[in-house]
């Protein structure tokens, strides 16, 4: 199957920045990986879109992030980026990444999630 890992969350003060990576890999030879995206979840609420990202580049965000935050990817190393400026506290959660990929020994597409990481923002 196909496997996520993300890095970059911390602790951050009111305006500042953080950027969040998520790398896949897969085991076999072949993986092909569609749609990638983040996601977020504070305890006790449903997990929500943050951003998505085709493989063509075509983007979308979450009215309340949309010129702070910046989705990308380099498809080259299977990554996607999530640069986060301006961070307000009502931005802490925890930031799982998501790809929509097929391979890893399944030959058929499916959701992949990472662990999480999280994301806190001190006022």
């Known amino acids: 199957q196909v496997h996520l890992v993300e890095s970059g969350g911390g602790l951050v003060q009111a305006g500042g920045s953080l950027r969040l990576s998520c790398a896949a890999s897969a085991s076999g030879r072949f993986f092909s990986i569609n749609d990638m995206g983040w996601y977020r979840q504070d305890p006790g609420k449903q997990r929500e879109l943050v951003a998505t990202?085709?493989?063509?580049?075509?983007?979308n965000y979450r009215e309340s992030v949309k010129g702070r935050f910046t989705i990308s990817r380099d498809n080259a190393k299977n990554t996607v980026y999530l640069q986060m400026n301006s961070l307000k506290p009502e931005d802490t959660a925890v930031y799982y990444c998501?790809?929509?990929?097929?391979?890893?020994?399944?030959?058929?597409?499916?959701?992949?999630w990472g662990q999480g990481t999280q994301v806190t923002v001190s006022s």
């Open positions: 990202i085709t493989s063509g580049g075509t983007t």
């Open positions: 998501s790809a929509h990929a097929i391979g890893g020994g399944r030959p058929w597409w499916d959701d992949y």
